[in-house]
Antibody, heavy 115, light 110 residues
């Protein structure tokens, strides 16, 4: 059974940093694209970033370029999102999703950026 | 303002057929496959339709997808109360080099 478990969310001040993690199991992690998607309170889904199987290609939404870094450790079956220079508008539930079609999703971890 | 345009709401009575539209452009729907995701209240999104009209294992055949030109549609037949959810279309946009989602459609079963 595919499982994706996000962690690392919380309350952070504007300008601060946070590192999210996503532990994967039940599939061959190293052979799948992985993605982060976020959902602001009461709003729709927004794609944040994706990373290729070996980590050789990364894509980001314009609003996080230069501030967020997506990475993965295939030996640990884990996906990460390093979030720097956080802004109030980054407040959202962050989901990790597996596969090129975002086939499976975790339950999400909430991030609140507020002073 | 989302790149893909969906109606904010849709509704139907049990047993009815409902369709949800998703409108885009040549750089996204016009040249890439469309996925649909279902988000039940308080839960994570789930892949419902991929590659325009393919259902993942376990998704009932009451759900179907189609695409024509720069638009796509999700149809739900034999509507059930448990289908109440938010539905999102998504595809790759070649001009933006980004995945784009529709704004979502809230389906109410009356």
């Amino acid at each position: 059974e595919v499982q994706l478990v996000e962690s690392g969310g919380g309350l952070v001040q504007p300008g601060g940093s946070l590192r999210l993690g996503c532990a994967a199991s039940g599939f061959t992690f190293s052979t799948y694209w992985m993605t982060w998607v976020r959902q602001a309170p009461g709003k729709g889904l927004e794609w944040v970033a994706s990373i290729r199987q070996a980590g050789s290609e990364e894509n980001y939404v314009d609003s996080v370029k230069g501030r967020f870094i997506i990475s993965r450790d295939n030996a640990k079956n884990s996906l990460y999102l390093q979030m720097n220079s956080l802004r109030a508008e980054d407040t959202a539930v962050y989901y990790c999703a597996s596969g090129s079609q975002m086939d499976f999703w975790g339950q999400g971890t909430p991030v609140t950026v507020s002073s | 303002q989302s790149v893909l345009t969906q109606p904010p709401s849709a509704s139907g009575t049990p047993g009815q057929r409902v369709t949800i539209s998703c409108s885009g452009s040549s750089s996204n729907i016009g040249s890439h496959n469309v996925n649909w995701y279902q988000q039940l209240p308080g839960t994570a999104p789930k892949l419902l339709i991929y590659s325009n009209n393919q259902r993942p294992s376990g998704v009932p055949d009451r759900f179907s997808g189609s695409k024509s030109g720069t638009s796509a549609s999700l149809a739900i037949s034999g509507l059930q109360s448990e289908d109440e959810a938010d539905f999102y279309c998504a595809t790759w946009d070649g001009s933006l080099s980004a995945w784009v989602f529709g704004g979502g459609t809230k389906l109410t079963v009356l």
